[in-house]
């Protein structure tokens, strides 16, 4: 296939550089920071902290889960904005793009492999903290079968799926992001400029969705369903926020993503 | 890519862009025959490199048309764009990914480059601009000719129909320059139309078989070298003792108008320094517009006048003397 | 220019469609179902006749009373420092003085304000029934969930945040107390949101002579037709309710929706409605509830206590709903007739002073929340009014402030 060898390219772009390695190890930080606390404090008071934190100890599992609560609101859009704002304003900084464009790449396929990109780079972010904190839960309190929210409890096999589960919905929460910034980033020849908006705009969302005045909007807020993941931990599984969630992406990802087409190809690539 | 009815590689017509109020470039027209090596010449900011970016669709004109090799641009952009390899603005790369890895993925962009001798052509390309040893260090390590080699290298990847350079021998050293030369010669040698773009004149000079010069985004000249060097008039140089009997011959050759013969600049007779005390030697210097009469029936009529003719010269402008009259503006010559 | 207005179209055109989607989905919901007609006693029959006993389906609750929102309410793990206990109740002294008296009214607070959070704002849950002795509710909320679960005798509730389980061993059907305990148990003694079989039962009740009964265009509730059945009280009834609109659903009988609206007020003041509906045995595994290794487990005898009280749907709804608390440890005696002044939409309870619970005297948030009226304290919501007289009494109806004096000077 003649595309698939930019997107090889574009995947070992984002996967070769050492700022995306270290912005995957900050995020594994998070799950090794939670067990190592909860380990040598024996556990906090019961009811505080971030959901699910009183289950680690006893279920080595729950460091995945409390990681994706915790890397959730500010971590996970703060590395998928680095990500996705560098997409097209990084290529335009290192001058890279005009190359790209006379290669030729045509502009629409460049963004659908740029968001490409900056979606794997989702997923891989969100498994990270899954898997990190499902490896230092069975190294530092060993796991065991899971207790959902409606009080039933599942095998450990099963759990691990839940887990899998949770971190595939976080990735597809933060692919309307994704889109958002990969329009940003097609407005400006600065990356960081890019970054930050994207960012700015990931911690807006959130307030906005926190103010009681504006319920009319919050449905239509992308940062609306990032904590619902706690559904997939009922049984049975409550697929509804899943659903509306990744609609609700969708919607996002299409429409930043026509306003991106619209941007990059009627945009003349000076830099 | 079956080449236009025109016969040319690139011909734009009013070719116009303005950003906001400025006028980069003006209803230019560019004609670039197959198989030429054509020099695009203008100082800085004179237009060059913006005319560069629409002829590959980079930036959209604001009105007039461009063909590149037959196909117009930038509708065509996919399918003429593999054909034409260019190095715009400077090169540009990835500074945390090696040489190769660079020519790799831009090559991967190509959809219409084979991926099964990728590999295979960009070590060619490589050891042909002489990076083969730095190929597998990262670009952040090269030094300027270093990375305008590999820039070179990006556009010689795939065999291209068309190769616009841009600036190409920005940051080389004296060899490096000799070497792209070459280089640029062998290409032509073998049927690529190159489209060179320049501030240096002397590089116009040495490589190209045709040139266009280009003055505050106003085209001002373009045709073959000859052509744009014969566009400027020649001088008649007589050094002789007997300048009033010489002008009177010129005279009645016709090349002596009674206008200018008032004029001090064009006809002169110039006490030629030294020379002139020692041996009482004047210049006479007149214009020979049309290249004719024939200089040997030039001399023939001045020595049966008993001009004792000493010294003799038809001297035509330098191309640089042609280019800052047209310009009105002098180029780097050394940089 | 055109090319690139070309290239702009998509960000033109999509908003376009999904925005032209959503209108076209709400304009399907909202459309008028082609119905059978029907009148008021055949959509009651309908629903008589309904013969589902076991569905699933997800219930949307939203309410809005006019309460203040309590934005800390209901989360106990943000509680603050015990509140000032005298402020609580000028002129009645905390019957339960001593050091443990501010830790108590923060309890009971927290019953309160929990209360206050189940019946202001929106509720989702999940229903699961099959058959009369099976059934499963969960309380979704945001990171935690509450459940209860009943198969056969066995009674489970199971509360995600404090991952505690209450399990109660019920009555052998068919005994005494049995029915007793089936004809309390509307769902309401937990605290749980009624499914709208219920609701529609409580109002059914209390229509006759004081209700004007009709059915109304017929609409779509969680993609089902349904017949309206609309109750609206008679001009005698002075009732701070306006009306209330029962959706039938028309295949199955089965009331898929209730709101009750309150005089002027836009929004109804309660809306519940199932947002999905599958007549369908739900799984049978999830009856079966066995409470988490790591769970506080409480067992409970129902036997030991027998004294459940006996008042009927009708009445409960005029009385301000028991709090948790309440429901397991000091539920007073089924009221007696005498507590009751009218009949209908405008009847008010009267509690005599020495049953009133102490805690609601005491209570800061209750003193917070109630403005001072003549002859007492009233907390007032758009369906409900509840006054605490100076003497002690609470007086409670769907009434305005005037009725409740009144009763409370003629008494």
């Known amino acids: 296939m003649p595309g698939s060898a930019l997107l090889v390219s574009e995947l070992a772009l984002v996967f070769r550089r050492r700022r995306t390695w270290a912005m995957l190890a900050a995020l594994g930080a998070v799950p090794v920071l939670v067990a190592v606390a909860v380990r040598l404090t024996s556990g906090p008071p019961t009811g505080r902290g971030p959901a699910f934190l009183d289950r680690v100890a006893g279920n080595g599992l ?5 990681g994706m609560f915790m890397c959730i609101p500010l971590f996970l859009p703060l590395t998928v904005s680095v990500v996705a704002g560098d997409t097209i304003a990084g290529e335009a900084g290192h001058g890279t793009l005009r190359y790209l464009l006379i290669a030729p790449a045509s502009r629409g396929r460049l963004l659908l492999v740029k968001y490409f990109g900056a979606a794997v780079f989702c997923l891989a972010a969100a498994l990270v903290v899954a898997l990190v904190g499902v490896l230092i839960g069975l190294a530092l309190f060993g796991v065991g079968p899971v207790t959902l929210l409606s009080g039933d409890t599942i095998p450990l096999g099963e759990s691990l799926g839940r887990i899998g589960l949770m971190a595939a919905y976080v990735a597809i929460s933060l692919w309307g992001l994704a889109a958002i910034g990969l329009f940003i980033s097609t407005l400006t020849d600065v990356p960081v400029g890019a970054m930050a908006a994207t960012a700015v ?58 306003l991106a087409y619209g941007r990059l190809s009627t945009k003349d690539v000076l830099s | 890519m079956a080449p236009g009815d025109t016969g040319l590689a690139i011909e734009t017509s009013q070719l116009s862009k303005s950003f906001g109020t400025r006028h980069a470039v003006n209803n230019l027209d560019l004609a670039v025959p197959h198989g030429s090596v054509f020099g695009f010449l203008g100082p800085n900011g004179s237009g060059k490199t913006t005319t560069i970016r629409m002829l590959l669709g980079l930036a959209t004109p604001t009105s007039g048309s461009i063909s590149v090799l037959g196909r117009p641009m930038p ?144 085209r001002v000249a373009q045709g073959t070298l000859a052509e744009l060097r014969s566009g400027g008039n020649g001088t008649v140089v007589i050094h002789t003792p007997d300048a009033d009997a010489a002008r009177t011959v010129l005279g009645g050759l016709g090349l002596l108008p009674g206008g200018e013969a008032a004029q001090g600049g064009d006809t002169a007779v110039v006490p030629h320094g030294e020379t002139g005390e020692e041996g009482g030697t004047g210049v006479v210097q007149v214009p020979w517009p049309d290249d004719e009469p024939a200089p040997e029936s030039i001399v023939a009529a001045l020595v049966a006048a008993g001009v004792r003719v000493r010294g003799f010269a038809l001297e035509r402008p330098s191309l640089e003397d042609r280019f800052v009259e047209l310009t009105g503006e002098g180029f780097d010559v050394a940089r | 220019m055109k090319p690139a207005l070309k290239k702009w179209m998509p960000a033109a055109a999509i908003p376009a469609v999904i925005a032209a989607t959503g209108v076209g989905l709400g304009i399907s919901a ?138 109660t061993t019920l009555p052998e059907p ?7 305990f089936r004809e309390h148990r509307g769902g309401h003694a937990t605290g749980e949101a009624p499914t709208p079989g219920q609701l529609a039962d409580t109002f059914l009740a209390a229509a006759e002579p004081t209700t004007t009964t009709t059915v109304e265009d017929g609409s779509t509730v969680a993609g089902r037709d349904v017949y309206n059945l609309v109750l609206t009280p008679k001009k ?16 199955s009988g089965v009331p898929l929706a209730v709101s009750v609206d309150a005089v002027g007020q836009d929004a109804a003041a309660v809306d519940l409605a199932f947002t999905s509906f599958t007549p369908k045995a739900p799984d049978a595994k ?126």
């Not at chain 3, 005698?236 to 295949?251: H, K, M, P």
């Open chain 1, 62 to 66: 729950f460091v995945a889960i409390v």
């Open chain 1, 201 to 258: 705009l990931s911690v807006a969302s959130q307030i906005l969705g926190q103010l009681p005045q504006l319920d009319w909007l919050h449905p239509w807020l992308f940062t609306q369903h990032w904590f619902g993941f706690a559904d997939l931990l009922r049984e049975p599984i409550l697929w509804a926020s899943f659903g509306e969630n990744a609609l609700l992406q969708a919607g996002y990802v299409l429409v930043f993503g026509a």
């Open chain 2, 75 to 218: 509708a065509a952009g996919q399918d003429v764009l593999p054909h034409v390899g260019a190095l715009v603005e400077g090169p540009a790369f990835y500074p945390f990914l090696s040489g190769r890895s660079n020519l790799l993925r831009l090559d991967a962009a190509n959809p219409r480059s084979a991926a099964a001798d990728r590999r295979r052509r960009v070590d060619r390309a490589l050891d042909t601009v002489g990076l083969g040893q730095a190929a597998r260090l990262a670009v952040h390590a090269y030094s300027l000719g270093m990375k305008q080699r590999l820039g070179i290298a990006n556009a010689l990847a795939t065999d291209h129909e068309l190769l616009v350079l841009d600036e190409p021998t920005n940051g080389l050293d004296p060899q490096g320059t000799r070497e792209v030369r070459h280089l640029i010669a062998s290409l032509a040698g073998a049927g690529t139309t190159v489209f060179i773009s320049s501030h240096l004149l002397s590089e116009i000079e040495q490589m190209c078989t045709h040139a266009a010069v280009m003055s505050n985004g106003n």
């Open chain 3, 30 to 167: 909202s459309a008028t179902p082609q119905l059978e007609p029907k009148t008021a006693e055949q959509v009651i029959e309908l629903m008589a006749g309904s013969e589902v006993t076991a569905f699933s389906g997800r219930i949307h609750l939203s309410t809005d009373l006019g309460i203040p929102a309590l934005p800390d309410a209901g989360a106990p793990a943000s509680f603050g420092p015990p509140q000032d206990v005298q402020s609580a109740g000028p002129g009645d002294g905390p019957s339960t003085g001593g050091p443990g008296a501010g830790a108590r009214t923060s309890a009971a607070d927290a019953g309160i304000a929990g209360l206050l959070n189940l019946v202001s704002g929106s509720h989702d849950a999940r229903v699961y029934v099959d058959g009369p002795d099976k059934a499963r509710v969960q309380l979704l909320e945001g990171m935690g969930e509450k459940d209860v679960i009943r198969n056969g005798t066995s009674l489970w509730t199971y509360d995600s945040e404090a991952n505690e389980a209450v399990h």
């Open chain 3, 174 to 180: 068919g005994s005494a107390s049995a029915s007793k």
């Open chain 3, 236 to 251: 005698s009834q002075t009732t701070l309710i306006e009306d209330v609109t029962i959706g039938v659903d028309a295949a």
């Open chain 3, 286 to 411: 999830l009856f079966d509830f066995t409470p988490p290794a790591d769970a506080t487990v409480h067992e409970k005898n129902l036997q030991q206590d027998s004294n459940w009280p006996k008042h009927t749907y009708g009445q409960k709804l005029q009385r301000p709903m028991p709090s948790k608390d309440d429901a397991a440890h000091q539920r007073p005696a089924g009221p007696p007739d005498d507590w009751f002044t009218g009949t209908g939409w405008d009847t008010v309870a009267t509690i005599p002073a020495e049953q009133v619970p102490a805690e609601l005297k005491t209570s800061a948030l209750v003193g917070q929340l109630a403005t001072d009226v003549d002859g007492g304290k009233l907390l007032h919501t758009s369906l409900v009014n509840v006054l605490i007289s100076d003497d002690g009494r609470v007086l409670v109806g769907a009434v305005p402030l005037q009725r409740l004096q009144a009763v409370a000077d003629g008494s």
